[in-house]
């Protein structure tokens, strides 16, 4: 079964490798999943510089920027500067993430 969104209103179901995972869609505690090992936490609140992160049970989850690994089922506090939104990669996922001076 491939990977998919379902549509629950204020939230979103996730479903792939024979788990299911609810996800807030809108307000400060949104996030989502894009495939089924980048777990995006987006700013959605003004001025906010840094947010807290609910990190499913079953996994664990390192911080896609910072290379900081935290285990899942619990709330993390992170940066999230103007110029990156907060990325998590599950159970060593990789994402190539190229920083622009390393782009000179």
Do not use: C, Y
Not at 9 to 29: C, F, I, S, Y
């Amino acid at each position: 079964m491939s990977p998919h969104f379902r549509d629950l209103g204020e939230a979103l179901e996730w479903r792939a490798k024979g788990e299911t995972l609810r996800v807030e869609a809108w307000g400060p505690d949104a996030l989502f999943l894009l495939g089924p090992d980048l777990l995006i936490a987006p700013v959605t609140e003004a001025g906010a510089r840094e947010r807290a992160v609910h990190l499913p049970a079953g996994a664990r989850w390192t911080d896609a920027w910072t290379g900081e690994e935290h285990d899942g089922g619990r709330t993390v506090s992170v940066a999230a500067p103007l110029e990156r939104i907060p990325l998590f990669l599950r159970d060593g996922a990789r994402l190539p993430i190229r920083n622009r001076k390393d782009q000179a």
